[in-house]
């Protein structure tokens, strides 16, 4: 792999702020339904005015403030080049967000030369914010601690999260969740972006996901990772870049 010299361990406290700030702009459509449009439309696409305004403010912010990274957004698709890269999800959890649910938050990731090194999950309803460099640190108004995932070896004792069964196709795909589902000792549905969260403090022991986005996953990879965790595809292998 080619080596940078670019060193993002400076940049975590500010790049923290910028994100936390960003995120909390989405509180001002919280619970506001004249304010979150798509809700009824035919086809029910939801992207939501807030989608849009949190990735706008942290593109603007990243692009000031790295002006020669590559900046990929849920929202904007793909803006500069190189092999220095953010990848923003403004709002995980959208389905959450439209209907009051508290499970959401805004993901930022960055990668060097495809690897992901930094992830950042801010959850504006639960004022926390999961900063993942080297250790998993869980930032809250209380204070700021390390966070590790939980020593859970067997699957019959373990609690596996997944936001919605529906996301396996039918045949082997939901075949295979369902025969994990049926070993362990609880599954827990809903969570979105904070199932992540909840398994690199110790809480819960595996997420097993399917279909997920660029954006969706490389901001989580370096939370899980640097709280001791394994992120791997379905099939086992290192997740590839979307």
């Given amino acids: 792999m080619t ?3 670019f060193a993002i361990a400076p940049h975590i406290d500010a790049v923290t702020e910028l994100v936390r700030r960003a995120g909390d702009r989405s509180l001002d459509w919280y619970r506001s339904l004249d304010r979150v449009d798509n809700k009824r439309d035919v086809g029910f696409d939801p992207v939501t005015e807030a989608d849009r305004a949190v990735e706008t403010e942290l593109r603007d912010a990243l692009g000031a403030r790295f002006s020669d990274h590559q900046i990929l957004g849920e929202e904007f ?3 500069g080049e190189g092999p220095l890269r953010w990848t923003i999800d403004p709002i995980d959890g959208t389905r959450a967000f439209i209907t009051g649910q508290p499970m ?3 993901l930022l990731g960055f990668q060097d030369h495809g690897r992901p090194v930094a ?3 801010h959850l504006p309803v639960l004022g926390e914010t999961y900063i993942g460099h080297g250790t998993c640190r869980l930032r809250t108004a209380g204070g700021e601690r390390e966070v590790r995932v939980g020593g859970t070896e067997r699957l019959d004792e373990a609690v596996v999260l997944c936001t919605h069964p529906t996301m396996f196709a039918p045949g082997p795909e939901a075949d295979g969740f369902a025969r994990v589902a049926e070993r362990a000792r609880m599954v827990r549905y809903s969570g979105d972006c904070l199932n992540y969260g909840l398994v690199a403090m110790g809480l819960a022991d595996a997420v097993v ?3 997920l986005a660029s954006y969706d996953i490389v901001p989580l990879i370096p939370i899980v990772e640097s709280a001791g965790g394994v992120v791997t595809d379905l099939a086992g292998d ?5």
């Fill in 209 to 211: 996901e399917n279909g």
């Fill in 119 to 121: 992830g950042w999950m």
């Fill in 104 to 106: 959401w938050g805004t």
């Fill in 238 to 242: 290192p997740p590839l870049d979307g």
């Fill in 3 to 5: 080596e940078s010299s």
């Fill in 77 to 79: 698709g793909t803006t």
